[in-house]
Every structure is written in C-alpha cells, then in structure tokens.
C-alpha cells in the first residue's frame, strides 16, 4: 500500500511540474507579439533638462534614495539629473507578479550607475499567500533595507541620514529632500503628496497620491529592523509629518517609451484597464503615440487638464520614446 501511495505521489509531482512548464509556455507564446517592438534600444544619454537648485549640505546629512526597479528608464534618469549628490539603493527581482521569470533591466539601461544593488536571488513568489500577486514586489522593497544596511556597515551613512523609500516611478522633488535633510526627525515617517501623470509630465490628475516615503536611517535600524517595506505600510507606529513643500514629488507609472509601455502590458496582464474581452491589446507605435498626445488612457478617457504646450508635449514624447 505504501509503495502504491509513493508512485501515485511521484506521478501526481510530475505531472504538476509539466503543468506548470506548459502553463510558462503557453503565457510567454500568448504574450510573445505584445512584448516584441522593432523598435533599437539605445542606453539613455540624458534626461529633460531641469532646471532646480541641486541637493546641498550633503556632507552635513546624506539623503539615501531607495527604490525597486523594473525598466522605468525615463523616471530614474530624470531622478539622477535631478538628484546628483543622493546615494542610491537599488533592488531587482527575476520573477514578476505572477511568480514567473522576468527581463531584468538595471545593468542595461544604467550600466556606469553607482549604486548599492541588491537581487533577488530565489523565487519568493507563493501560491499560498492571501497577497500573491504583490508579494515579489513586496520583497523587493523590503530588501532595499538590507541595501542601506550595507552601506551603515561600511560606515558610509550614519543614523542621522534620511532614507527615501519610493517606487522608481515616484520621484521626490529636490525641493522636499532638501525639506527631509533639514526637518526629518527620528522616530517619525514623512509624508508626500505626489502629482500624478499619465505618459508625459505634461496630463496632470487633479488629485494627488499622498504616500509615507521617508524616516532617519536610525528609525529604519532600531523601529523597522531594516525592513524598508514598512516605511510604506499603513500601520507601523511611527507619528507623520507632511513635507512641508508645495512640490513634493511626481508619480508617472506609464512615462515609458512604446517599447516600455508593451513591456508593462505583458508584466501587468493580470489587471484590466487595457484587456478587451481578456484578450491582451496590440497597440502600433502610432496610436500609442496618439494616447500620449492627448493624455488618453486605454478606456478612451482623458486623464486630466495637459499643462503643456504643444512643442512641450513633442519634447517629452521625444524623450520617452528616446529612452
């Protein structure tokens, strides 16, 4: 009976694990039209011109920026033209929300980039968890922590340095990091109000995202334990105080080049806002270059009033379709 159970286990295991081979092929078969472009990539050689103050007094009080990275080429090379004197921490994972492998992209797209650079080495991706689709990114972010942590070891930050913890598509302005070096006190997590735009910097959301993004290193040390995911959880006993600056950040999750934008539907099939009847859309590179000029989401709706003039608009479509 026991030798019956051990072969009944053995063929139910391989059958699950050809189940599962067949299943990453079918999805990378299914999804091999919407990723593929024609369009070269050409490493990123600059940003848009900005034109603010750089960071200053960083001897004084290091500012540590803290973010995962999945291909937002266009929002990390404004954060380094706009934040030159930041330390960077970089996390990446080979595995995407639905636990299957994914391009990595760091050491491609900023490959002479200094940074601290973490990867996830195993799949954490699990079945089992009530949050699976977000639970790799969630990693992700928690070991940004360890990134930082690294860099206290070394002795290259001390506690009294402020650690910004932010998704590559969030950028805090220069303004409000200068507001953290100066204001940030330990034991308390700052809040931003971030502006939200779709495609370019120039469809601006009425209404802003208001996200916790930064403590001191010694809060991250003693009240977080180096899990810099909690510096965005809801509840982790922390007081809050508001960047006191009426620019506090950016958030732009779709400013990606046409290349880019394919790329986030096949990482992103799971959701709905660009699937038609479940089946995944192939946009040309003209009527997604039509979608960016009007600031009109996959619905047909209009995201918010354009900020921009007309030769505004080409600019930033040049630059996202550049990088």
Not at 65 to 80: H, I, K, M, Q, S
Not at 81 to 95: D, F, G, K
Not at 98 to 126: A, I
Request: proline share 5%; charged share 20%.
């Amino acid at each position: 009976m026991k030798y019956i159970v051990r072969v009944y286990m053995a063929v139910l295991s391989l059958c699950m694990v050809l189940f599962n081979l067949y299943t990453n092929f079918s999805i990378h078969h299914q999804l091999k039209s919407v990723i593929e472009t024609t369009r070269p990539y050409n490493p990123p050689t600059h940003a848009a011109p900005v034109h603010r103050e750089p960071l200053t007094n960083t001897s004084v009080r290091r500012v540590i920026l803290a973010f995962p990275y999945n291909g937002e080429r266009v929002t990390v090379a404004r954060r380094l033209a706009q934040s030159p004197h930041a330390l960077y921490v970089v996390s990446e994972s080979p595995y995407g929300h639905n636990g299957l492998l994914k391009q990595m992209h760091w050491h491609k797209d900023f490959p002479v980039q200094s940074v601290e650079y973490m990867r996830l080495g195993e799949k954490l991706f699990k079945a089992s968890s009530p949050n699976t689709t977000w639970f790799q990114e969630v990693m992700a972010r928690t070991i940004l922590g360890q990134g930082v942590r690294n860099m206290y070891v070394r002795g290259e930050i001390s506690d009294n340095d402020v650690v910004v913890v932010t998704d590559a598509d969030e950028v805090v302005s220069p303004e409000a990091l200068v507001w953290l070096q100066t204001h940030l006190q330990h034991d308390v997590v700052a809040v931003a109000g971030f502006r939200w735009f779709l495609w370019t910097h120039c469809y601006e959301y009425p209404q802003r995202q208001h996200l916790k993004v930064a403590t001191t290193v010694q809060t991250l040390r003693v009240r977080l334990k180096w899990d810099a995911h909690l510096i965005r959880k809801r509840e982790h006993g922390l007081h809050r105080v508001s960047i006191g600056v009426s620019d506090a950040g950016s958030h732009c999750s779709w400013c990606f080049g046409n290349g880019g934008i394919r790329e986030k539907m096949r990482v992103n099939i799971e959701t709905s806002s660009w699937v038609s009847h479940g089946t995944p859309r192939v946009y040309s590179d003209k009527q997604l270059d039509h979608l960016r000029a009007t600031g009109t989401w996959f619905d047909g709706v209009a995201h918010g009033p354009c900020r921009c003039s007309p030769a505004q608009i080409a600019s930033e479509m040049a630059l996202e379709n550049e990088l």
